[in-house]
């Protein structure tokens, strides 16, 4: 068992993991200093991309945002999303988990789905490719962004996903938008840590995608905190540069090279 995936697996029950998601080294070496885990997600098609869905995020570009992401990240688990139709099958999923791995260096990957992905979890962590596993809104494959868990029939179904993930090696799995009481039973009822977003505190852990957090996206999510206007910010420095350049108060001497 690799030392930090253990380090994440003792934190159960005992104190909060915290995780967000990181595209580059300059923010990832920020985010080191605080997170247990680092995400590289398939949500940078949208943040980044401005892509329509994560659908289109391709393999390659996961993989080169992932070196950047390295280069940033010295102390915490990193964890890299498996985009769309990437691991269909478990002979794709074992190729292309294997080639991640080997060019990014990263600690492990991401998948997304419940019973019908078993057979692939087992692969890859047959192979000691360590697992994190994804239930509830499922970004790659649903049509309707609606919290999961307001019918017993689904909660029943997320539930046994879950078991059934665990059961198969996952080290954790993330709940994404699931219903208050049913994120605290599947956090009590699995031995192996939970980390949400937009699934309460019932979860072992939190995730946030950090252009949301810092303000840099327009996201309405109602799970989405920001917690500064770093927008603002930049938009301030922009107008002092701009004004200080027209008034020929920049580059001074300090900034200039002579012979």
Known sequence: MNKKIQKILDKKS??????????????????????????????????????????????????????????????????????????????????????VLKETKCDGVKLEGGKK????????????????????????????????????????RILNDTKLLEKAGAFSIVLECVEVNLSKKVTNQIKIPTIGIGSSANCDGQVLVIDDLIGLSKSKFKFVKKYVDISKIIDDAVKKYKSEVLKKLFPKAKHSFKS
């Open 117 to 156: 992905i078993i057979p692939i979890v087992k692969i890859l962590v047959k192979n000691k490719i360590p697992v994190m596993g994804h239930v509830g809104i499922l970004p790659q494959t649903d049509k309707k962004f609606t919290f999961k868990g307001k019918k017993e029939k689904e909660s029943e």
């Open 14 to 99: 005992k104190t909060k993991i915290i995780c967000l998601t990181a595209y580059s080294k300059n923010i990832a070496s920020i985010l080191d200093k605080h997170c247990d885990l680092v995400l590289v997600g398939d949500s940078l098609g949208s943040v980044l991309y401005n892509y329509k869905s994560t659908k289109e995020v391709t393999l390659e570009t996961m993989i080169n945002h992932s070196k950047s992401v390295r280069l940033g990240v010295k102390r915490s688990i990193m964890v890299v999303d498996m985009p769309y139709n990437t691991y269909r099958n478990p002979r794709e999923a074992l190729r292309n988990a294997k080639l």
